[in-house]
């Protein structure tokens, strides 16, 4: 379902990722994990569509994300670290707002409505205004947003970030749910978290792919903190790792200010 083969993303003299590859199959919840200023950022910006890469191809559902970008798009629900809500909205207006940026009509609108409503728990809430909401209720808002056009791949960046134990165990809840028909990439910096529900690991450092692996073939009695650590050893200290976070957090500003 999406298929990522030798990715790079190269700013002036500065390689952010190289020959980034790896899979993720239908029905497949992938963690994607990584040190601060791996690269995952870059990567699943370049996934969704939401910045160029400068070598590699990306196949969404066997739609190239660059050069059939439209369709590949339809195929992807994305959701950023920070959901990109208005806060003066309602829930409702909001979520009508982004089925129709989805291109739902309007005979299948209110259905759909409907549906994320019910999915994502936000029923109670509907007619209050986003800006009023907790942050878990934020993101439930943001993770209905994405998905309210139905995709068959989800791209999630850091979906429970800054929230309390109890909302993350919702999201996580809900994530596990939606991944029952759906691939989804899910990059966290929580290892028990791609333990609890996801069925493979990606581990990118220094902009390198050093892991791929199906959890369940991981060694009997080894944690997947020892298999991070161990992924990540041979390149830590690489002088580029605090130029990725600048980097990153460079781009965060530029998409701020769109």
């Known amino acids: ?20 590859t790896f899979k993720a199959t239908k029905g497949e919840i992938l963690g994607f994990l990584g040190p601060n200023g791996a690269g995952k950022t870059t990567t699943m910006r370049i996934i969704s569509g ?11 559902d066997e739609l190239d994300i660059f050069t059939q970008s439209l369709e590949a798009r339809r195929k992807i629900g994305y959701l950023p670290e920070n959901p990109p809500l208005y806060n003066e909205m309602r829930v409702e207006a909001y979520l009508r707002f982004a089925g ?4 739902i009509t309007r005979a299948n609108l209110e259905g759909a409505l409907e549906h994320v409503l019910e999915v994502c728990g936000l029923k109670a809430v509907s007619t209050r205004i986003c800006g009023q909401l907790s942050k878990g209720y934020r993101q439930r808002v943001g993770l209905a947003g994405s998905i309210i056009h139905d995709p068959p791949v989800l791209i999630l960046d850091e979906p429970t970030i800054g929230l309390d134990p109890r909302q993350i165990r919702d999201i996580r809840a809900l994530i596990r749910d939606l991944g029952s028909n759906r691939t ?11 333990s609890q529900i996801c069925d493979k690991v990606v581990i990118i450092n220094e902009g390198h792919v050093v892991l ?3 959890l369940a073939k991981l060694p009997a009695g080894t944690s997947l903190e020892d298999v ?7 390149e830590r200290g690489h002088p580029d790792a605090e130029a990725e976070v600048e980097l990153e957090e ?8 769109q």
């Open 50 to 60: 939401f910045m160029p890469a400068t070598a590699g191809t990306v196949l969404v």
């Open 184 to 194: 989804i990439v899910l990059s966290t910096h929580i290892l028990p978290e791609v």
């Open 228 to 234: 991070f650590l161990s992924a990540i050893a041979h």
């Open 250 to 257: 460079v781009e965060a500003g530029r998409s701020s200010a």
């Open 212 to 214: 791929e692996e199906n």
């Open 100 to 103: 129709k940026l989805r291109g």
């Open 1 to 20: 379902m999406i298929e990522v083969k030798n990715l790079t993303k190269i700013y002036g003299n500065f390689v952010a990722i190289k020959d980034v």
